[in-house]
């Protein structure tokens, strides 16, 4: 089956910038959304086709996309900024989302 | 304001059933593709079904394919999903989420989530 493959975890101290990648081959054809979950949340949209971000997300996301992967850049990352982020695009039928397998941040 | 409000979770044996009902609120639900996304305890996020607003469009995933049934009442602002033959991998916290068409499809905004226990 089709799979998003993600690090498992980014460290990175405050100020500095956090980037996470998200790897698959659909990717050249499909966009990818990026979700943040703090713990005990549920999952928030913090960018989605691959470079937009939604209303009242912060300036410091921001995303890109080359190929078959997309990355999740936090610039300046502050310590609110800890938490799991997930990729999330469809498959090769296209008829499917599939997420990564998550990344979780942390904010030495 | 956008709510999603799922309810029906609950502590299930193997092979037994279990019915999510998800109460929207703050948009015209019978216009959006609605989805339920799963994350068992300590895991990632796991897309389970989504369906069309209309309801003439279905989509699972193949873990829950023949067992699972998403549906909807428009009239209710409702979305259900049909959990039959349940197995122990099927324990989660199960989040219905609304399509975006505003943000390109993306799930937004995602209810805060109902737990689903298989266990004998």
């Known amino acids: 089956s089709y799979e998003l493959t993600q690090p498992p975890s980014v460290s990175v101290s405050p100020g500095q910038r956090a980037t996470i990648t998200c790897s698959g081959d659909a990717l050249s054809r499909h966009h990818a959304h990026w979700y943040q979950q703090k713990a005990g949340q549920a999952p928030v949209v913090v960018m989605y086709r691959d470079t937009e971000r939604p209303s009242g997300i912060p300036e410091r996301f921001s995303g890109s996309s080359s190929g078959t992967k997309v990355t999740l850049t936090i610039s300046g990352v502050l310590a609110e900024d800890e938490a799991d982020y997930y990729c999330?695009?469809?498959?090769?039928?296209?008829?499917?989302?599939?997420f990564g397998g998550g990344t979780k941040v942390t904010v030495l | 304001e956008v709510r999603l409000l799922e309810s029906g979770g609950d502590l299930v044996q193997p092979g037994g059933s279990l019915r999510l009902s998800c109460a929207a609120s703050g948009f015209t639900f019978s216009s959006h593709t609605m989805s339920w996304v799963r994350q068992a305890p300590g895991k990632g996020l796991e897309w389970v079904s989504s369906?069309?607003?209309?309801?003439?469009?279905?989509f699972n995933a193949d873990s829950v394919k023949g067992r699972f049934t998403i549906s909807r009442d428009n009239s209710k602002n409702t979305l259900y999903l049909q959990m039959n033959s349940l197995r122990v991998e099927d324990t989660a916290v199960y989040y219905c989420a609304k399509e975006n068409s505003d943000y390109a499809g993306s799930l937004d905004p995602w209810g805060q989530g109902t737990l689903v226990t298989v266990s004998s």
């Open positions: 999330q695009s469809l498959d090769n039928g296209g008829t499917s989302w599939v």
């Open positions: 369906i069309s607003g209309g309801a003439g469009n279905t």
